[in-house]
């Protein structure tokens, strides 16, 4: 099924998306990045049972701390998916590139380029 | 049960007559003849007036100050006392101040937690809790005392109330809570509004079980229902009040027009049967904003006129 | 443990926004366990101030240290050396880590980044609730092991009041009556005498009410 998605998403692999903690979305704006989502199971689906509920109220975490120091709340986001949905991957992808493209780049990134 | 103290309350009771005691709640304001207008609708036809103490936590006119009020219009005042607001120092000062008036009810409670109130940020002191106040009272009267072990000059000579809720939960231990007010001093009780007439005299039964209504005067509480509404906010939103449904029926089957009227027929009912109850020794009507009525209820219920005595 | 809950960032952010240079402390112990303010609370502070700064276009430094404790002086002096070089601390310890760190560090700012709440225990992860305000004279013998003055909102210790419902405290449906607690336990334990009984008045001069507290063990002191 070859299909393509943009380039501008880096994939990190993880072994449940309950591994992934509000610091490491944090840290991801920190270096640079200008949007972060997770992809999760299904919800219900989870093969850990609950790690995907958990990353969606980290996500919720994240969003209300970038919210508050003006990085934007919205450029973290949580979907679910079949792992043997490529489709749905690809659709999700697009969805976070045009979601970015529109917000523009990450603010912190922009004023650390200008002072340096 | 003889009387140990100049409350006429007490010396009713003691002579084995029906005590009747009525509610009076202090203005949002200093007008004093809020209080009195009050007072004249009781005068005559109760042995007492009790003075809230900033009933719901909302505040009121001081009970002592309202208390001196009615005192002065020739009503005998029951001053309630809260131990949410005062610690052991400044209640034991107010009881004094309340002596000083001759002010000769008193009743001990732990009041409402402020939450309800208009300061739900306040602080609460609770240094004592409701029977420590009774002890604490009784002391000082019995023992002429402080608590702190000094004499006191011309100690209070306090009638010492508290108040029960037999409708609270765990029903089982109600009636062993009472016998720890008794112990603790207690020598009359208010109980909350009965609408729940089986439950309450359940509770009579297991309190002269144990002995208890040989050692305190019950005073079974009456609130008149004003409507259907009233009787189904008592019912769903006060904690610990019972409103039985087919008291909210027969107020929603009433005609709208008709319903204060029907409100007061069942008080009166509630009246007449408590009366036969063996170990009630009075009624405390609480008409809540209701005061005029209280003197057609103390008619009807045949407890007028109400008895003298020295 | 000591249950602290984390302060909202902008006030933290309020605190510090003149700061240049900021170490954020954290505990290794009760606050670790209510998750308000171990290692990784740190680093997600840390992190969201370093971005605050970096998007007001003021180059600060913002530097992450987790103790194992700050209410001893052994922890505290392990920033010794470097304590200096900040113009605030943020302790997100418990109010004792907080101002044992201000008492050490006499010259450096500190600041609280949590909102210290109670004693209490983990019911489940994300709820903990209380279960003792160290009233300095225990009474848990009496009452069934259940404590009356941290878990009655009246601190009754004759009760329950007329307030309780269906095992539910009068302030909230999501509270349980302590008496009620006390109530069942003495049940199980076979102890009703203990009910029957009056509790005299309590002697709170132990509690806060006799100004800050200490206890001084010569046996164990050097």
Request: aromatic letters at 6%; a positive charge; one cysteine or more.
């Amino acid at each position: 099924m070859r299909l393509n998605y943009p380039a501008s998403v880096k994939i990190i692999r993880v072994p449940c998306t309950g591994k992934v903690d509000v610091i490491h979305m944090l840290r991801a704006f920190e270096k640079g990045a200008d949007g972060v989502y997770i992809v999760g199971c299904k919800e219900g689906e989870c093969h850990y049972k609950k790690g995907n509920y958990r990353a969606r109220k980290r996500v919720e975490q994240a969003q209300k701390i970038l919210n508050t120091i003006g990085v934007g709340g919205d450029r973290v986001q949580m979907y679910n998916l079949s792992s043997s949905d490529a489709p749905l991957f690809v659709k999700y992808a697009n969805e976070m590139n045009e979601r970015i493209m529109g917000l523009g780049p990450n603010p912190v990134k922009l004023k650390k380029k200008k002072a340096a | 049960m003889n009387a140990k103290t100049p409350s006429k309350l007490e010396k009713i009771m003691a002579a084995g007559h029906f005590g009747v005691t009525s509610e009076c709640g202090p203005p949002r304001g200093s007008d004093p003849d809020v209080i009195r207008k009050k007072g004249e609708l009781l005068k005559g036809y109760v042995d007492a007036v009790n003075v809230t103490d900033n009933q719901t936590s909302v505040v009121r006119t001081s009970s002592l100050a309202a208390c001196i009020h009615l005192k002065l219009i020739g009503l005998e005042p029951v001053l309630q006392m809260v131990t949410r607001d005062r610690n052991r120092i400044a209640l034991q000062s107010d009881i004094l101040g309340a002596a000083s008036f001759d002010i000769h009810n008193m009743l001990c409670l732990s009041g409402d937690h402020q939450s309800f109130g208009d300061n739900p940020q306040g602080q609460n002191v609770h240094d004592l809790d409701s029977m420590q106040l009774i002890q604490t009272v009784r002391k000082m009267r019995d023992e002429g005392k402080f608590l702190g072990g000094d004499e006191i000059k011309r100690p209070p000579k306090m009638f010492v109330g508290a108040a029960e809720n037999p409708f609270a939960d765990p029903f089982e231990i109600r009636a062993i809570r009472l016998g720890k007010k008794v112990e603790a001093g207690a020598e009359f009780i208010q109980t909350q509004c009965i609408y729940n007439l089986d439950k309450f005299e359940e509770w009579v039964r297991q309190a002269r079980d144990r002995g208890l209504t040989e050692k305190v005067f019950i005073m079974a509480g009456i609130t008149p229902l004003k409507s259907v509404g009233m009787a189904k906010y008592m019912k769903n939103r006060v904690p610990g009040m019972d409103v039985p449904d087919d008291v909210v029926k027969r107020m929603a089957d009433t005609p709208k027009e008709k319903q204060a009227e029907e409100g007061v027929k069942i008080c009166i009912e509630t009246i007449q049967r408590l009366k036969e109850c063996k170990g009630v020794s009075g009624f405390h009507i609480m008409a809540i904003e209701w005061e005029e009525k209280v003197p057609d209820i103390v008619k009807e219920a045949g407890l007028y006129p109400r008895p003298q005595v020295d | 443990m000591i249950v602290a809950d984390r302060k909202p960032i902008e006030e933290i952010i309020e605190q510090v926004k003149d700061c240049k240079k900021v170490l954020v402390l954290g505990c290794n112990e009760c606050v670790t366990v209510c998750e308000a303010g171990g290692k990784k609370e740190v680093g997600v502070l840390a992190s969201a101030l370093r971005m605050y700064y970096a998007n007001k276009g003021v180059d600060n430094r913002v530097d992450e240290i987790t103790l194992e404790r700050q209410c001893d002086h052994e922890y505290l002096e392990e920033i010794r050396e470097k304590a200096d070089q900040y113009d605030a601390i943020i302790s997100i310890a418990c109010g004792v880590g907080v101002q044992f760190t201000a008492e050490k560090y006499h010259a450096i700012p500190v600041f609280p980044g949590v909102n210290t709440c109670f004693l209490g225990v983990t019911e489940k992860r994300g709820l903990w609730t209380e279960r003792c305000q160290a009233c300095g004279q225990c009474i848990l013998a009496y009452t069934g092991g259940i404590c009356p003055v941290s878990r009655c909102a009246k601190r009754l210790l004759n009760g329950p009041c007329g307030g309780s419902s269906k095992g539910k405290c009068e302030i909230s449906k999501d509270t349980d009556c302590a008496w009620q607690l006390i109530i069942d336990r003495l049940k199980a334990i076979n102890r009703m005498d203990l009910y029957e009984k009056l509790f005299s008045i309590k002697d709170w001069s132990k509690d806060r009410a006799g100004g800050p507290r200490k206890v001084i063990r010569e046996d164990v002191m050097i």
